[in-house]
């Protein structure tokens, strides 16, 4: 009997332990309000010291005591506190969060706090880039240009240049693959729209140096896009004079799609350069993007796009006025011939996503680039160079004295382009406790045909040039014949480190990245680090230092190399010797926020030192970058980015950005300045409410920049060069809420709002100052065979309506 009652007791007592010491995992992810992943949440158990912090890609795993009531609390800085209650849980418990950003009534003024960058990438508001007037036709990239280290000096295109580096030097990565632009393009009119459509866009990730090891081998930047999912049926209809686009989207439980149809007609904004004549460009590209959840673990997307740009021009005339109030000249040309060019591009990335658990998820990814692009022309021109006053156009009575060179030129060119890039690859993400591990193999297979043929024939006052009295001889005569197939394969693995401290909080990254071409060979290792830390005592202090290892892996211009074939003829070869280009970062940056005004407010800056070694020199003419094909330079370059960030009207983002860099090489045994030598910058954009009319929005993006290095047509820096003019450009637009949407200042709910979400009706004025500004320069030699720079210059003021439908 007393062993009865012993193994009762025994048994009761030990029953109630296993209660007692019963675990409830608990898992799951936390996104904002934009469903983007949100990482650095501290994600803790109320009343008791138990708690846990989400990784990169937002989830957390925590286990916790089984109990009646658990209260589970999530905290994040810049965002409201969640609070989340479990009643009787047990085993197994996933619980997903949704975190809304913390603002702070004032009035009827709603202010937002500013989210501390604590890596090297920085976020971008998308919604700034559709109604920002720009003459590219709402782009992101033209919205970089307004950042501190970002440089561009064409309004006509995409393309942007960061901390020294060229064009070809900054990766661009769409749902998590990398895509590519045209090859051939070589002018800001030849160029249609950006690959990135603005209307899709969900997320912004930009670095400017110092970015980690999951992203390729290139030396200045990286722009990481993410294309939003639908919340539901939507939709959005915009019309302008430059063209127009439609968006159409839709979610179901387990399907989402978001599809994207842009067209580009921009001959009224070419109309306004001094070269008159026929343009007929047009440019069209559609993209989608598509999301199916099978189950909770697993997740297939595809992200397609088909791009026809075609550019038709057909010349009549030019008249430039160039030169200074006392050396003033004139500078005019009559055309005969077209120019005809046709850019093609198809791509398509497919991504099979497994969440084995809620610390881990695994993709697969496929994708395929094309591209077919033409560029073909016959132009020849008769041209006057004159003393301005003069008429000079062939009247001798009037150019006794006053006429500088007369002469005629033939410019050719048959180039054409297929290229294809299959990429295959892995990649992972695993969250340990405070770490994040990430990794990741990639193999890419390109394969190039091209096949090129230039030529200029030039007759300076009745002479060909170069002067042969045998022989008719060309200026300049290129050809190129090459088919290449080559391989790529890289390797990556990086930690992501969080921890909180008695010092303050501490984010650090650090991972390596394997490369391997079989082209040249060539084995790379890139070591990156970097390091942010919030004081404890100050937590409006973020400090940040980032240091690496960067390649830019030499991809079709950089190793064709041209040489002379003793007739006068440059032949283009393949450079099998060719090595990757070599940069050193080293970065300090730091962010303090404050407030002014009621308002949140950052100031940021960054000084950056880049070690160049492996340059391959080139040279810039208007959007053509021309490489020497060989190793041959090395240099630096150093600078420092100041940026004001902040809301200095309540609900609008602004800021304003200064920029000072210094970039040399040495090339030929003298230190020149790159040709992305842009000294100083000073850009601004800003956004405006009316106060009496809360409907009526203002946008004005300026900028003010340094000219860059320029020299004459087949030479280099070493021979000779002049810097030219500081670009200046003023852009600015009216939007005006013809139904403005819910949320806004001023809104009233409408019968109308159940059809449409907001209607805005623009008016965009680009180059408001009327500034000339130069994008390259044309070369002509007088009868004393002195060599003017004639400017070509870029389009002058120009109107623009809009109107933006959502729905």
Known sequence: MNLRKFCIIFTALFACALIGYAQVKIHGKIVDNEDKDLE???????????????????????????????????TCIGFKEVNRQLIDATGDVTLNVKMYPASYEI??????????????????????????????????EAMLTTLAGVNSSNEMSSQYSVRGGTFDENSVYINGTE???????????????????????????????????????????????????????????????????????????????????????????????????????????????????????????FLGNIAVNNYNFTPTSRQTNFGTSHDAKQFKVYFDGKEKDRFETYFGALN????????????????????????????????????????????????????????????????????????????????????????????????????????????????TIPTNPDAINMIYNMSSRQDISSNRLSFYV???????????????????????????????????????????????????????????????????????????????????DIKSQRSIHLIFGSDYTFRAFNRPFKLSGELYYKNLGNLIPYEVDNLKIVYSGKNETSGYTAGLDLKLFGQFVPGTDSWISFSLMKTNENLNGKNVPRPTDQRYSFALFFTDYFPKVPKLKFSLRGIFSDGLPTTAPHTTRD????????????????????????????????????????????????????????????????????????????????????LTIDF
Do not use: C
């Not at 004079?241 to 994207?260: P, R, V, Y």
């Not at 054409?416 to 990429?423: C, F, G, I, P």
């Not at 003023?730 to 449409?756: C, M, Q």
């Not at 320069?777 to 070509?792: G, L």
């Open 40 to 74: 650095f949440v501290t994600v803790r158990i109320a009343g008791t010291a138990l708690g846990a912090t989400s990784g990169l890609d937002g989830t957390y795993s925590l286990s916790v005591p089984q109990s009646d009531t658990i209260k589970v609390v999530f």
């Open 494 to 576: 990086q930690d992501s480190y969080r921890v909180n401290t008695s010092s303050g909080y501490f984010a650090i990254n650090g991972g390596l990245r394997f490369s391997y071409w079989d082209f040249n060979k060539e084995f790379l290792v890139s070591p990156r680090a970097s390091v942010a830390f919030v004081p404890e005592r100050n937590n409006n202090w973020t400090m940040r230092v980032a240091a690496g290892l960067y390649y830019q892996s030499p991809f079709y211009k950089e190793y064709r190399m041209p040489s002379d074939d003793g007739q006068g003829n440059t032949i283009i070869s393949l450079n099998k």
């Open 179 to 301: 895509v590519y632009r045209p090859q051939l393009i070589s002018s800001g009119q030849q160029e249609g729209l950006s690959i990135i459509n603005p209307d899709m866009v969900g997320s912004i990730g930009f670095s400017m140096g110092g970015f980690g090891a999951e992203y390729s081998d290139k030396m200045s930047s990286v722009l990481d896009i993410t294309y939003r999912e639908p919340e539901a049926f939507e939709g959005s209809v915009s019309a302008s004079l430059m063209g127009g686009s439609l968006t159409i989207g839709q979610n179901s439980k387990h399907f989402s799609q978001l599809h994207g149809l842009r067209y580009k007609r921009n001959s009224s904004l070419l109309s306004s350069m001094e070269t008159k004549g026929e343009y007929d460009p047009n440019f069209l590209d559609y993209q989608t993007n598509m999301v199916l959840k099978i189950n909770s673990k697993w997740q297939l997307s």
């Open 719 to 802: 021979q000779g060069y002049f810097r030219a003019p500081a670009y200046k450009r003023v852009d600015v637009g009216l939007s005006y809420a013809l139904l403005s949407p819910i949320n806004e200042a001023g809104s009233n709910r409408s019968s109308l709002h159940k059809y449409f979400k907001s209607v805005w009706l623009g008016v965009d004025v680009f180059n408001l100052l009327d500034i000339s500004n130069v994008s390259s320069y044309y070369w002509v030699t007088d009868v004393n065979n002195i060599q003017y720079a004639v400017p070509n210059y870029l389009t002058r003021r120009q109107f623009n309506v809009r």
């Open 352 to 463: 099979l996503t497994y969440r084995p658990s809620a610390a881990t998820k695994l993709s697969l990814l496929a994708s395929g680039y094309l591209t077919n692009e033409l560029v073909s022309y016959d132009i020849s021109g008769e041209y006057w160079l004159d003393q301005a006053g003069t008429t000079g156009g062939g009247n001798e009575d009037n150019a006794i004295g006053g006429e500088l060179g007369v002469g005629r030129y033939h410019e050719h060119a048959r180039n054409r382009l297929k290229m294809s890039v299959m990429s295959f690859g892995v990649k992972g993400v695993t969250g340990i406790a405070h770490h994040n591990l990430s990794y990741g193999l990639d193999f890419k297979h390109e394969t190039i045909h091209e096949r090129t043929r230039e030529w200029e024939l030039r007759d300076s006052a009745g002479f």
């Open 107 to 140: 009035g009827e003024i709603e202010v937002t706090d500013i989210k501390k960058q604590t890596s090297q990438m920085q976020t971008i508001d998308a919604s700034n880039v559709r109604l920002s007037p720009d003459a590219t036709g709402g782009s992101v």
